[in-house]
């Protein structure tokens, strides 16, 4: 009777411990998912806050300009602190509002080259459109990405490298930034199934008039779904700038990497 009531416990916490293993099995990705959802989240957070005290900057820069009894130091003064006063300095973050003036510039400038030369073929889409850490961002975030209708908000690199695609969603090399005005088109791709993140899973999900946002440290972006569609891997001709059009493309995998997604949209007016 002995022998069979141990080997019965035995079972019994055999049994117990496959449940519990089986369970966190189970939870793991979306435990996986929570955790990356944070740090995402976290980033866009530092990101904001970068924005906020750029704008800070510039607004009393601004004001400074205005107001003579202001005085607006150098960088050739002894005293000066006009710069480093305002300056952004984080582990993501060590620039000021020239910093992303010239980001600004090079932004566009990098947009009118593709307005007349844009080409595909000898792109190599794992490289990125501008070196960040030039403009003293150190993380390669150049904004986010927010959808409300899939509850997606998501950082976005330049490069579609995996190391980037890894971390959050990218833009497509040899497709507009996402600085907004006419002759642009912006290629936003991410992952799907990604074990233990969500990128773009859900954007299938999506339906015409969904509105989507791009925020850069040049202020938000409003795009509006105008069509979704399964694609071959070797159709790009919705990824070509349209003349006078304002456009954001958002790419993921379909049918295990065998087709894609493809999201467009087009600016919101107002």
Sequence with gaps: MKRKSSSSILWGITAIILLIASVILLLCPSVSKELYQRKANETIKEFNTAVEQINQEMNINEVAKEDK?????????????????????????????????????????????????????????SSAALDLSDYGILNGVYGYISIPDIHLQMPVL??????????????????SLPTGGSDTNCVISGHTGFTG?????????????????????FGELKYEVSDIKRIETTQIEDLIIQKGKDKLTLLTCADGGIKRWQVSCDRKSG
């Design 197 to 217: 993140k969500t990128f773009f899973d859900d954007i299938p999900k999506l339906t015409i008039g969904s509105i989507i946002t791009v925020t850069t440290f």
């Design 158 to 175: 330049l490069g579609s490298s995996d190391e980037n695609m890894a971390i959050g969603v990218t833009h497509l090399f040899s497709t």
């Design 69 to 125: 009894s202001v005085k607006v130091t150098n960088d050739n003064d002894s005293d000066s602190t006009n710069n480093s006063a305002f300056m952004v300095n984080s582990s993501d973050y060590s620039l000021t509002s020239s910093d992303i003036e010239a980001l600004w510039r090079d932004s566009k400038s990098y947009n009118n080259v593709l307005k007349k030369h844009q080409n595909f073929c000898d792109s190599d889409f």
